[in-house]
Nanobody, 121 residues
């Protein structure tokens, strides 16, 4: 079972920055996509950023130019640098990773526990 541990959320004023991290607990597998999602009350969870194992990145239009996703494959860790934060960026942020066995069999996708980000105006 893959476990993901997130950290880095908190309360910040508009215009400030936060850096989220998400680390997978095991190393005997290959992680493919590593993505960040955001959920606010009453709305569906939405993807805000992601990075493939080859390094291709993807961002929601609302965060382009302000957020940056990166990963350290040796540490099984994905990061989300969030700059120029806005109140509408508030929500619970979850990481999601797609995991394969060393033989290349897809094992599934896993979610972190979520970390709260609150941006005050």
């Amino acid at each position: 079972q893959v476990q993901l541990v997130e950290s880095g959320g908190g309360l910040v004023q508009a215009g400030g920055s936060l850096r989220l991290s998400c680390t997978a607990s095991e190393s005997d597998f290959r992680i493919d996509d590593m993505d960040w999602y955001r959920q606010v009350p009453g709305k569906q969870r939405e993807q805000v950023a992601g990075m493939t194992i080859s390094g291709r990145t993807d961002y929601a239009d609302s965060v382009k130019g302000r957020f940056a996703v990166s990963r350290n494959n040796a540490r099984n860790t994905v990061y989300l640098q969030m700059n120029d934060l806005k109140p509408e960026d508030s929500g619970v942020y979850y990481c999601n990773v797609v995991v394969y066995s060393p033989a290349g069999t897809r094992r599934g996708d896993y979610w972190g526990q979520g970390t709260q980000v609150t941006v005050s105006s």
